[in-house]
C-alpha cells in the first residue's frame, strides 16, 4: 500500500556527486524507518544508510564520510547525497521505507523500484 518513487541516478565521474530522493505515497499512518541500499551485479543487496523517526542515522563502512543520509518529514521523503564517487560504488540503489499503514496501523516494509548509479570515467 505503500510505493516508493526514486530518482536522481544517472552517470557520474568518479570524485563526482549525485542525490538520490525517494517519496513515500499511499496510506501511510507512520515512518519509522527510511534507508537506502545497493547491489551490484552478481553481488547480494547491501545497507548502505538508514535513518530512523528519531533522526539516527547509520552508514555503511564504505560510505562514511562521502554518503549523507537525511529525510523530510512532511513530504514522506529520504535523500541520499553522495560525493566523492568510486567506481565501486556503481550499482542500483533501493530505497526502503518501513512503517504502519491503514487504519489498523499494519506494520509494513516497502521498496522502491531501483535507480542505476554507474560511477566511470
Known amino acids: 500500500q505503500v510505493q516508493l518513487v526514486e530518482s536522481g541516478g544517472g552517470l557520474v565521474q568518479?570524485?563526482?556527486s549525485l542525490r538520490l530522493s525517494c517519496a513515500a505515497s499511499g496510506s501511510i499512518f507512520s515512518t519509522n524507518v527510511m534507508g537506502w541500499y545497493r547491489q551490484a551485479p552478481g553481488k547480494q543487496?547491501?545497507?548502505v544508510a538508514t535513518i530512523t523517526s528519531g533522526d539516527?542515522?547509520?552508514?555503511a563502512d564504505s560510505v562514511k564520510g562521502r554518503?549523507?543520509?537525511s529525510r523530510d518529514n512532511a513530504l514522506n521523503?529520504?535523500?541520499l547525497q553522495m560525493n566523492?564517487?568510486?567506481p565501486e560504488d556503481t550499482a542500483v540503489y533501493y530505497c526502503q521505507w518501513s512503517g504502519t499503514?491503514?487504519?489498523l496501523r499494519k506494520t509494513t516494509t516497502s521498496w522502491g523500484?531501483?535507480?542505476q548509479v554507474t560511477v566511470s570515467s
Open 101 to 103: 499503514t491503514g487504519w
Open 77 to 79: 521523503t529520504v535523500y
Open 84 to 86: 566523492s564517487l568510486k
Open 56 to 59: 539516527s542515522t547509520s552508514y
Open 67 to 69: 554518503f549523507t543520509i
Open 14 to 16: 568518479p570524485g563526482g
Open 113 to 115: 523500484q531501483g535507480t
Open 45 to 47: 543487496r547491501e545497507l
